[in-house]
């Protein structure tokens, strides 16, 4: 029961992550980045994550990073990996 649990988590996710590579792809081909940046405007630092993939050090701090973490950490099933 739990092994089926676990794998229906796993496919959701995969699903979710495929949607939103179809998203940004279709976003970048049509040349409307600045449109879709306006969804993550109320999350500091994800269009750095997203996009630019090195967040500017300037703007956002080791403890921006850690509470970030944090976030991901109670919202998502990062820390479900045996290996970890």
């Known amino acids: 029961m739990a092994d089926m ?14 949607e939103l590579i179809r998203k940004k792809h279709r976003t970048l081909k049509i040349g409307r980045i600045e449109e879709y940046m306006a969804l993550y405007a109320s999350i500091p630092g ?6 630019k ?3 500017n050090d300037l703007l956002y ?3 921006d990073m850690n509470k970030s973490m ?3 950490r109670t919202n998502t099933s990062i820390n479900c990996r045996a290996d970890y």
């Open 53 to 55: 993939r090195i967040p």
């Open 5 to 18: 649990c676990e794998s229906e988590k796993i496919a959701r996710e995969i699903e979710k992550t495929g």
């Open 61 to 63: 701090t080791t403890d």
């Open 46 to 51: 994800l269009y750095e994550l997203i996009f």
């Open 70 to 72: 944090r976030r991901m």
